[in-house]
Structures are given as structure tokens and as C-alpha cells.
């Protein structure tokens, strides 16, 4: 199969400079990419540039890993650069503050680059050598790199190693693997760290560490942060995203901080950067950023699904009442009574548990074939019943405990790595926005919202991640036809995967008629005949 004509194959390598300080382990760390990406088979290559001492010279280390396995290669070795090339450069990991300035300096931070950085500061020969106040300003550096990079994750890695028991270059690995830009699954990553042998304890937990700040936000950040990287959500829309993505990021921001909270809405715009940077390296500009903007979307919608205390929310809303007594025509001195219809069953009661009394008492009602569902009426323009689902809505902020936000989340980063993984290997748009349309399966509530995941689910386990179709073209087709036809039919369950699991409709065999004798009739001892028919 020839790949590079059918437009599969990364037009060059992703071209990673590590800028470090001498005695942290830069060229470890170097080591460690390296190591991950031949554990993926894919092609790599790395060179350094060894500084003098600590802080007199630079320590820069240079990798390009082609994203592509060399054994899908057909026996072609792809041409890598020795040396970085500015304006050439998608990754830039630094130890220390000053050596991203330095990188940004040498033109090598763009606005294509990711910048993973460590914001403390470590002072050069100049800086001490002064004899007043000789240091740069760190405030300046920061913005000046967030500012330049299409992506900078910065935070204090020299305190998070301290707080591990591990060196930095460890936690800045981690860093680079939890922010998704390099290509390389964990799993690769910390069988990387094991291979080397010593301190490997100490180095997975600083990969963690790392790891979990740059995937999640992890802590709060620090106090030397820039303006830009503390900024409201609205104002990050304004810094971080083009200008035609600003009318749909800013309803999901508002959407999101209605439901939540700021860090919900943080969230939301920290899962839709990456996608961004597929946008943007697929020409999406051109057509207004349509990917970003449909992704931005969808995610808002569900990361704001409708579970119990959404509703009861809702329900207690004053713009609901108001709206209610309009659409009955009510005047002023008219008394509205409002009833609530409400059926919560077993999933219900198990969407807000934590996830493990959910399961036990999933299992309970399994084991002793228990289900129920209770009708309830609740009359909310009585102090009662309003004050009871007002309380049930403010619940909210136990959301993030719950069995039901657990699943929700999972299934969204399960479609947003589809839509990264597959968008970035092929460059092709067309067959990323039929994967984000695959959020629209999971909807509603109830029996719904179940079969719309059973839709889902069995269209990524057997089209998007079965790894049987390698053309775009058709993949794309493929996942429009599943999901035209899940769509069209949203009450129904998909189809059993075996036809052994259904059981069809039993067979009954009668009698054989007596010869001679017609159906209807009586045979000898006056007994009637059935017809022979067999179901």
C-alpha cells in the first residue's frame, strides 16, 4: 500500500529543541524521547549542543521523530536536520525560564510552537555579577514567550521535582508527554524512564507530576505567572484563539461557567487548544476554523449534559417561572400551580453516587434481579416542593464526585484523542469533523442518553479505532453511514454483534395429520386436524 499517494504520510518530522541548564539532565531527557519514540517504531534522531558550566553556556539537545512507524515505511529512511532551523521548530522544552527566552531570542518560538517551560528562575553568571539588581525580569520573559507561542505550558517544575524526590528533567518529560505534543503514548514514556535503570521510582513520579499538570492544569498557578496565563476564560478566548472561533467559545465559556464554574470553563478551553493546533496546521484558516469551531461546540454542549441537579436547576429558575406564566397568559394576580413530572429509576440514583457505591449497587441490583423507578410529582409553585428541588439543584458542586461525571469525561477525552489522533496522522479536516459530529449520539437522558453511548461506543470500537480502514476517504463515509443510521433511529438499541445472541421466535411442531384427512377435519376417532406449519 502506498501511503504517501494516498496523503497519509506527515510532510516533515516533529522537530523537538530541548533547552536545559548542565547537571539537570537535559541529555537524559533527550535520551528518554528518543527511547519512546523507538518503542512506537517510529524513525528518530537526536544530536546535542553541550554548554561549558551551569549557567556560562547553554545545553541544547536536538530530536525530530517521524510520526509515522517505519514499518509502514516500505523500506524508505526519512532525511532529518541535524540542528534546529528557525522558524522550523514545533516543540521547545525548557528547564528554566531564561533558556525559553533564549530559545524565543534565536527566532526558534513562533507562532507554531509549543513552549513547555519551567517558570523559576535559576541566575546567570551576568545577573550575579552585577553590582545592583542585575536580574531580568522574570514578568517580561513570560509574557513574552506566552505571547509568541501558539501554546505555552508554564509552571514551576524545579518545586514540583522537589516535592517528588526527583530531578526536573524528569517532571519536564512528563510535561511534554501530558500536554500532547509529542506523539508518544505514556505507556512509551515511563517504559522509556524504566529502561534506564537508576532513580526510576523517583523519575516516574516526577513524570506524573508533570504529566498530570500539563494534561489537567493540575495545582493553581504560581504567583510569578503572566497576566495572560491568569486570565478569565473570556479574556483567554480573546488571547489564545482567532477571531472567527470568538463567537462559539465565548457561549461554550459562558455555558460551562453557568453550569459549573471558572474551572469548568478553563477546562473546556484547555481540551480545545490542541485542536486548534490540528486546525491550524491543516490550513483551517481558510474556511474560518470550522473545525475548532464545531469542536467548541459540541464539547460545550457535552461537557454540560443534563444529569439530576441540572435539572432541578433548571426547574427553579426565575426566567422558567416567568416564562411559564407567559406561555399560559397569566396576569398579574393569577395563581399558576406548576407540577413537576419526575420517573428518577436505579440509574438515576447510581449517575449521582461515587463511582464505587455506584457499582456496588449496580452489582446488588444484578445479583437479586432488583430495578425500579419511582413516579414522583412535585409541585414547585409551593414553598415545599420548590425549596426541595432548589436544594437538589444546588448540589451541583458534588458533580465532579459523582459515577455519572466520571463516565461523561471519559467518553469525551475518548473523542477528542479520535479527533487529535487521527486528524494530525492524515491532515485531513473532512474526516475530523465526522468524528466530532459522533458527540451529537450522546444526548437526552434516560433510555435515550444510554443507547445513544451503546451507539457510540460500537461505532468507535469497530470503525474509528478498529484500525480496518486506512483511506480518509473511506473512513470518513464510513462514520457518516454509522452514525446517519444511529441518528435516525435514537430510540433503538444498536444491533446485537452475534446473531447466536438473539434468540428468535421458538419452533412448535404438531401433530402429523392423519393420511387422507384434510385440516379442519375429523379423523377416525373424531379428533380435529391441525394444520402443519412450522414458525
Not at 165 to 191: D, K, M
Not at 394 to 417: F, N, V
Amino acid at each position: 500500500m502506498n501511503l504517501e499517494n494516498q496523503g497519509l504520510l506527515p510532510q516533515r518530522p516533529l522537530t523537538i529543541l530541548i533547552a536545559a541548564l548542565g547537571g539537570e539532565g537535559g541529555g537524559m531527557l533527550a535520551e528518554w524521547v528518543v527511547g519512546a519514540a523507538m518503542r512506537c517504531d517510529y524513525p528518530v534522531q537526536s544530536t546535542s549542543i553541550p554548554g561549558t558550566a551551569q549557567r556560562t553556556g547553554a545545553t541544547t539537545y536536538y530530536v525530530e521523530i517521524y510520526a509515522v512507524p517505519a514499518a509502514q515505511l516500505e523500506g524508505r529512511i526519512p532525511v532529518m536536520a541535524l540542528m534546529p532551523t528557525p522558524g522550523a521548530v514545533d516543540v521547545v522544552a525548557a528547564s528554566e525560564l531564561a533558556e525559553a527566552a533564549r530559545a524565543l531570542q534565536g527566532a526558534y518560538i513562533d507562532a507554531g510552537t509549543t513552549v513547555i517551560a519551567s517558570t523559576h528562575r535559576v541566575y546567570t553568571v551576568a545577573e550575579k555579577v552585577n553590582p545592583g539588581d542585575g536580574r531580568a525580569d522574570s514578568q517580561k520573559m513570560l509574557a513574552a514567550v506566552g505571547a509568541a507561542a501558539q501554546r505555552a505550558e508554564l509552571f514551576d517544575m524545579a518545586l514540583l521535582a522537589q516535592q517528588n524526590g526527583s530531578l526536573i528533567n524528569a517532571v519536564l518529560f512528563g510535561a511534554l508527554a501530558g500536554s500532547g505534543a509529542l506523539p508518544l503514548p505514556r505507556a512509551a514514556c515511563e517504559l522509556a524512564i524504566r529502561a534506564t535503570g537508576k532513580g526510576g521510582r523517583a523519575n516516574l513520579r516526577g513524570f506524573a507530576a508533570g504529566y498530570a499538570q500539563a494534561k489537567d492544569g493540575g495545582a493553581a498557578a504560581p504567583s510569578s505567572a503572566p497576566t495572560w496565563q491568569a486570565a478569565t476564560p473570556v479574556e483567554r478566548v480573546r488571547q489564545k484563539f482567532p477571531a472567527p472561533t470568538f463567537d462559539v467559545l465565548d457561549a461554550g465559556v459562558a455555558r460551562l461557567t453557568d453550569y459549573q464554574d471558572a474551572a469548568y470553563a478553563t477546562l473546556y478551553l484547555n481540551r480545545l487548544e490542541p485542536i486548534l493546533a490540528l486546525d491550524r496546521e491543516a490550513g483551517g484558516a481558510a474556511s474560518g476554523f470550522r473545525l475548532t469551531c464545531e469542536t467548541g461546540r459540541q464539547l460545550a454542549l457535552w461537557m454540560s449534559y443534563e444529569d439530576v441537579f441540572r435539572v432541578a436547576e433548571l426547574k427553579t429558575r426565575s426566567r422558567r417561572m416567568e416564562r411559564v406564566r407567559h406561555d399560559v397568559h397569566a396576569v398579574a394576580h393569577d395563581i399558576v400551580m406548576v407540577t413537576e413530572y419526575l420517573k428518577p429509576g436505579l440509574e438515576d440514583v447510581c449517575a449521582i453516587l461515587p463511582q464505587s457505591l455506584a457499582q456496588r449497587l449496580r452489582r446488588w441490583a444484578v445479583k437479586n434481579g432488583k430495578s425500579f423507578s419511582v413516579p414522583l410529582r412535585i409541585k414547585t409553585s409551593t414553598l415545599y416542593g420548590f425549596l426541595l428541588l432548589r436544594g437538589l439543584g444546588a448540589l451541583g458542586a458534588w458533580r465532579r464526585h459523582t459515577s455519572r461525571y466520571h463516565t461523561e469525561q471519559a467518553l469525551i477525552l475518548r473523542w477528542l484523542g479520535a479527533i487529535k489522533r487521527l486528524g494530525f496522522a492524515v491532515q485531513d479536516i473532512g474526516l475530523a469533523l465526522e468524528i466530532v459530529d459522533c458527540a451529537r449520539l450522546v444526548r437526552g437522558y434516560g433510555e435515550t442518553h444510554r443507547n445513544g453511548v451503546l451507539q457510540f461506543e460500537k461505532i468507535f470500537d469497530t470503525i474509528v479505532e478498529g484500525g480496518h480502514e486506512s483511506d480518509p476517504k473511506k473512513l470518513s463515509e464510513a462514520i457518516r453511514r454509522a452514525r446517519s443510521a444511529a441518528l435516525a433511529n435514537p430510540e433503538e438499541a444498536p444491533p446485537p454483534k452475534s446473531m447466536n445472541s438473539d434468540p428468535g421466535k421458538p419452533i412448535f411442531w404438531m401433530a402429523r395429520a392423519a393420511s387422507g384427512t384434510l385440516p379442519g377435519q375429523l379423523d377416525k376417532t373424531g379428533t380435529s386436524v391441525a394444520k402443519h406449519e412450522h414458525t
